[in-house]
């Protein structure tokens, strides 16, 4: 079970993170940017637009999971949802998204009655996923893909 003060912290990587990217993006001329950052992993284009869509799925199921009582929260295939023509825009558009997305997924999370963090969605795939289970994968989803724009060298 989290504590307060970890949950805390979690909601705040959430708050900041469309800083730290944009932060991390900052580093890379555009001519990187379609660039695998490691052979076979995905460009950079493709993980800022990834990142608006998983986190508006994100957010969708958070809000869904508050809402209803145990709502389904559906899978879906992240690498043919990255294959679509609408990953080959400029970052902006996404950008523009997570900037407006993650102060309202902070809003809602900081707002969260305690209890309701052991609240539960069925995840078709995983099973039971509280909302606690699904601050720390969030909040980790980002980080985890920071680090991954990291291992390319902007000097490259
Ligand atoms: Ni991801």
Redesign the pocket.
Known sequence: MTTPSECGALIKQIKNFPAELEALLAKYPESHYDQPVQPGEWTIRQIVH?LAE?HMNGFIRMKLVLAENKPILKPYD?DVWAAQADMKLPLEPSLQILRGLHIRWAELLENVTASYWERGGIHLENGLVTLDQLLHIYAG?GQA?LDQIRKLSPNE
Do not use: E, M
């Open positions: 990834h998983a992240q989803h893909h």
